[in-house]
């Protein structure tokens, strides 16, 4: 058989969603968000967060990161986050083309997660030069981060306070963020915007949607018009928006998001416990969702290769590789991964 860890991005959607879309196939609906599935989002997702939220549906997870941080972010600000973030490394400069020119500053951090002491370093260091420098603007957390660990509700609250008391909004990359709520246990709104948080990039595509992800911008409706006029403007205002925000609902609704992000982590676990037991192969980072980052030999991921198991070879390196599970993600397949694993000494 084969079996693919390669990236949540490669899952199949979820039939429920499928439905969703086929349900909101019938007749004509208004265009550009105006429909009535789009124009439930702000309710629904206030509810789901116990707070009033706005919410832009987008396509993509790069759109929501690149017009939330460009919002709160003037051309001349500067957006800190993890060194390993995937606004700074994987994004091809979308934040800053987005915001004419603000400037991404990396911050380092064990596990995935931005250190307070090293971002507060890094914010005072850039002081005392006025309009010679770049204004320090936002801060940007992962969650769950690029490493597969998952920031705490006062990990959370910690670094947003700090960014607050030096004049800085908050965003979240949620990319994850369901798998992340999973792992915690926690209400969403815990890890989100009753511990500071100003913008979530609310993720869906990773976890059984369709080119479906959700900017919710939490108590600031000063900023709906620059966030809406910025989705506009980048191409990104689909006429048929019904589809991305049927999704979104169907996939909020029953708890349906947490019950196949639980799916996903509960995989993962199972193949972070074969890795933790091997002996010779060790994990990069803990288990906390739905990615597991193993180091091993270059022998070792060419037998796992031979079995015709796909992965993440992880670049520039031959002893690391990243495995990620997804909602669809089934129990014979991750035990024909920790067999093969296990396989191999």
């Not at 991005?9 to 208004?30: C, F, K, M, R």
């Not at 759109?63 to 390993?84: E, F």
């Not at 963020?177 to 246990?185: K, P, Q, W």
């Not at 809406?228 to 998001?257: C, F, P, T």
């Amino acid at each position: 058989m084969t079996a693919n860890f390669r990236s949540d991005n490669e899952t199949p959607v979820a039939t429920a969603i499928l439905d969703a879309i086929l349900e909101a196939n019938h007749g004509s609906a208004w265009a550009y968000a105006e429909d009535d599935w789009s124009t439930r989002l702000d309710q629904a997702f206030s509810e789901l967060f116990r707070t009033e939220a706005m919410v832009l549906p987008v396509s993509t997870g790069t759109v929501a990161n690149s017009i939330a941080l460009a919002t709160i972010t003037p051309p001349w600000g500067s957006v800190y986050c993890h060194s390993g973030a995937h606004i700074l490394n994987d994004e091809c400069g979308a934040p800053e083309f987005f915001g004419n020119g603000l400037r991404l500053v990396a911050v380092d951090g064990e596990q995935g997660k931005l250190d307070l002491a090293t971002l507060e370093q890094s914010v005072y260091a850039s002081e005392g030069h006025g309009v010679h420098s770049y204004k320090p603007s936002a801060l940007s957390l992962t969650q769950a981060t690029e490493g597969g660990t998952v920031y705490s509700i006062d990990e959370v609250s910690t670094l947003c306070d700090a960014a607050h008391a030096m004049g800085m909004k908050t965003h979240m990359d949620g990319a994850r963020f369901g798998n992340a709520i999973a792992s915690l246990g926690c209400h969403p709104a815990e890890v989100s915007c009753e511990a500071g948080i100003d913008m979530l990039s609310f993720g869906a595509s990773k976890n059984g949607c369709m080119a479906a992800e959700a900017l919710v911008i939490f108590k600031q409706s000063q900023w709906r018009e620059t966030a809406e006029r910025l989705r506009k403007r980048s191409g990104h205002l689909l006429s048929k928006m019904r589809y991305v925000s049927a999704q979104l609902l169907a996939y909020i609704e029953n708890d349906r998001w947490l019950k196949m992000a639980g799916h996903a982590n509960r995989q993962a676990a199972k193949f972070g416990a074969a890795v933790d037991n091997h002996g010779r192969a060790n994990l990069e980072f803990p288990v906390e969702a739905n990615e597991v980052f193993v180091k091993w030999t270059k022998e070792g991921f060419d037998h796992l290769k031979s079995q015709h198991i796909q992965f993440l070879l992880w670049p520039g390196r031959d002893d690391l590789a990243r495995f990620v599970f997804g909602h669809s993600t089934t129990d014979r397949e991750t035990s024909f991964l920790i067999d093969s694993f296990e396989g191999m000494p």
